[in-house]
């Protein structure tokens, strides 16, 4: 076995959607986070907000994102503090809609 401390990254994936998605500029983002060891990594959804929001300075991504709902794998999530991100998910921003 290496000497070498175990170091591997992982992807996650954005997909914004309205708003968001005008504001970024982008439809589709990843994010490279980095494991520290084979089953101890990750980051809450909480935390991959603000490294969008860091990611795009100089918009109104925070203000956006305030009211934006979240998915992850296809699956609506309430509670970005509660969800941990492993790598290799999809994260859906999803702003208020309207319609008549």
Not at 39 to 48: Q, T
Not at 88 to 96: A, C, D, L
């Amino acid at each position: 076995m290496s000497n070498t401390a175990y170091s591997k990254r992982s992807r996650i994936t954005i997909l914004y959607f309205g708003i968001a998605r005008t504001t970024t500029g982008t439809h589709i983002d990843t994010v490279d986070i980095k494991r520290t060891a084979p089953c101890e990594y990750g980051i809450p959804l909480s935390r991959l907000i603000e490294i969008l929001i860091e990611r795009h300075k100089g918009t109104k991504l925070r203000e956006i994102l305030d009211i934006c709902q979240w998915s992850v794998d296809l699956e609506m999530t309430t509670n970005v503090e509660d969800i941990l991100l492993r790598g290799g998910e999809e994260v859906g921003v999803i702003p208020p809609v309207s319609g008549g």
